[in-house]
């Protein structure tokens, strides 16, 4: 019992560090049917421990194992976003709304040993997937669509050291790819100018900021070549994730996992093209390049605690982090190719965000039951500070409630169904950290060092500033074989 205590001790702190000292967000770049959905998790002999925690495999019973999941989420941005006027003056602009859709999958096999001492099996799924907002045009600065997405085919196995501990192993390759689309000002790099900046001509009116006529629009997909040796043999395409599980003398179970992705020891370089449409003030047309983006990805720790609290039900909590403080910026860079001398050969794009804290609890019925249900309650720490909105990253104090059911269709067949519905209210006032004067500043002061420090960290952009509102919903679909 004290252990149980300590552990309810250390969620309910957590819980108001959570709530209290900074707005939250839901976890940027993640598949929510690994780790987050009901019946997964550091303790869980899921498929999706694959990811989370190898040893769970020894959870999940005698015989062979084979998962078939599909994922889905929509995200919902509604924004009121503030503009620049040509006088520098920053007035309320017009409300903008985008609904994103973003898919997942996992499918897994996995088989226990005759004693069911050992667990092994493969699994291809999609750790890290982001779908970016698309067809709007007053978000179209920091997004014109896109998608970051990552798959990974995971080999992992556990092994029952004793009664008590499971020990557990997974090495993975990775595949990465990242589309951006977006649009540019292309009279921000003349500053102030008459003749190429912001008080030049734009059909009769100084063109300002974010006039239609200076609009350039970039669409850049990179990813890792297909290459056999690239795929196997390249380092930054490398992961592993270790986990333990120990079975306290109450019946309960502690479960610890880590993994890193691909990208989070050293940073992600990715290859391949540009596509650039000039402005109508240069006459249109189209341009193609090289491109290659940086940037870097996340380690992960879950720690999970379960034990059984009426005879058909178990108590489940977890605790997660993710240090996503590393992915500050797309490091964008352009060269060769048609590219003319107006157009920049480097261009950052500012992330800035936080290491991401979950604490999650809930109930679910225990795996001994023919049909199963489950609800739990996740909530996050901030992934980016107000000041760092935009598009792609909404911070807001938020909560996610999460159901699910399964149901054993026959002797050998599980299907499975969750639901997730998260909102993160209306803040007002952020976004602060992307300015277009800095950018004008920067190049009137003859790129004086101490003026440009936005625009060499990727902030130098249009404003984001204004208030936001996120509405998120979450679907799990999964159908699963077990032999015994």
Known sequence: MRTAHLLLLVGVGTMVQ?????????????DTSLGGAVFTGPTSGHASSFFVNPAALGLAGRGT?????????????????????????????????????????????????????????????????????????????HSE??????????????????????????????????????????????????????NSDCAGTPCGYENPQAREHYDIEVGNSFSLRNIFFSAQNISASVGVAYQLPD???????????????????????????????????QELATAEIGFRMAQMVSLGYRRAVLSEFDLVTSLR????????????????????????????????????????????????????????IRLESSSGAPATANALLV??????????????????????????????????????????????????TGYAFDECGAARNGRALSTASGSYEQLRHGMVLSLRYDSL
Not at 268 to 277: H, M
Not at 329 to 341: K, V
Not at 361 to 369: A, T
């Open 65 to 141: 194992h084979y998962h078939f999941g599909a994922s889905a989420q929509l995200n919902s941005l509604y924004i009121d976003r503030d503009v620049v006027g040509v006088d520098g003056s920053i007035a309320s602009g017009d409300p903008a709304s985008s609904h994103t859709p973003t898919p997942g999958g996992l499918i897994a096999w996995h088989s226990s040993s005759e004693q069911n001492e050992a667990h092994f099996g493969l699994a291809l799924y999609t750790p890290s997937v982001q779908r970016f907002p698309a067809n709007e045009p007053l978000l179209g600065y």
């Open 18 to 30: 959570v709530l209290c000292p900074k707005p939250a967000d839901a976890s940027p770049m993640e």
């Open 321 to 376: 982090w993710q240090d996503w403080s590393r992915h500050d910026q797309f490091d964008i860079r352009l060269f060769s190719g048609q590219l003319n001398e107006t157009s920049p050969e480097w261009m950052p794009r500012y992330r800035g965000m936080h290491d991401v804290w979950r604490l999650s609890g809930g109930i679910e019925s225990n795996d001994r039951q023919r049909h199963r249900i489950g609800a739990r």
């Open 145 to 198: 669509g896109g998608q970051l997405a990552q798959g990974m085919l995971t080999l992992a196995g556990s092994y029952r050291i004793s009664g008590r501990y499971l020990v557990g192993l997974g090495i993975s390759i990775g595949y990465s790819s990242l589309r951006l689309k977006f649009a540019r000002d292309s009279v921000l790099d003349g500053g102030s100018s008459t003749e190429s900046g912001i």
């Open 395 to 444: 911070p807001g104090g938020s909560a996610t409630i999460v159901t699910g059911a399964e149901l054993r269709v026959a002797d050998q067949w599980v299907v499975g169904l969750g639901y997730e519905l998260g909102w993160t209210p209306r803040s007002d006032d952020i976004g602060t950290a992307f300015d277009p004067r800095q950018a004008v500043a920067c190049v009137d």
């Open 251 to 285: 019946k309960s179970w502690l479960g610890l996992g880590y993994v890193y992705l691909p990208g989070a020891f050293g940073k992600l370089s990715l290859s391949g093209t540009a596509t650039i449409t000039r402005s109508p003030l240069e006459g249109g047309g």
